[in-house]
């Protein structure tokens, strides 16, 4: 996501670089990159508030494949808690309605501290690039610019990832007991041992190659 905010400030910034006052118009375009970001995250939290859970297995870690992907009809939770295969509502008690949104609730939970974590991660690079002018062109064509904020963005970011990673099993007791009373739900049970095993691991390797 940095680079994509780098790439629009230089393209920005550079036709104006011999203007006076240009530290206040970066200024200005760092604070719409903000105030950008702050709208998106907010729209997808309320996306996952109000639309349908897909079940579609992207819980999956360490490039394992989803072993029930091939046949499997779409599924989703709805709001409300029904389970819906293929588009159409399975047929539920009060008390399996209750499982599906405690287990709708954990997963938008999830989501939404990656989200967070994705807000986080902008701001900080925009922060980053909160320089004079000529600094933020001499780091741009140095790299070093690049380097600061993947530096800071791993240093502040990294923790938050975690604390999805060791919500996992909790994730994973709640998925299999939903699996146990609901039949309709067993095809979309697949976070697995190695799921879990596999998260703190590709959280690091994928910040530590940035």
């Known amino acids: ?13 550079l036709p104006v670089a011999t203007h006076a006052g240009t530290r206040s118009e970066v200024g200005r375009d760092l604070d719409g990159s903000r105030q950008e970001v702050r709208i998106e995250m907010a729209q997808e939290r309320a996306r996952l508030d ?25 599924g989703a939770i709805t709001p409300a808690g029904d389970l819906l295969v293929d588009g159409k509502p399975v047929a539920i008690g009060a008390g399996q309605r209750r499982q599906l949104l405690d287990y709708r609730a954990q997963v938008i939970a999830l989501a939404k501290r990656g989200i967070d974590a994705g807000e986080r991660a902008a701001m900080l690079a925009i922060d980053a690039t909160d320089v004079s002018l000529f600094r933020l062109i001499v ?5 070093s610019l690049e380097r600061r904020v993947d530096a800071t963005v791993q240093r502040e970011i990294q923790p938050a990832v975690l604390q999805i990673c060791q919500r996992l099993p909790q994730l994973r007791d709640s998925q299999q007991a939903l699996a146990a009373s609901v039949p309709a739900f067993r095809p979309y049970a697949t976070l697995n041992d190695r799921d879990v095993a596999d998260c703190e691991h590709d959280v690091r390797s994928d910040l530590a190659a940035r």
Not at 52 to 72: A, I, K, R
Request: net charge neutral; charged share 15%.
């Open 139 to 143: 780091g741009g064509v140095t790299g």
């Open 1 to 13: 996501m940095n680079r994509k905010y780098l790439a629009v400030l230089f393209a920005t910034l």
């Open 50 to 74: 109000s639309e349908n859970l897909s079940l579609d297995g992207s819980l999956h870690f360490g490039g394992n494949e989803q072993p029930n992907s091939l046949g499997v009809p779409k």
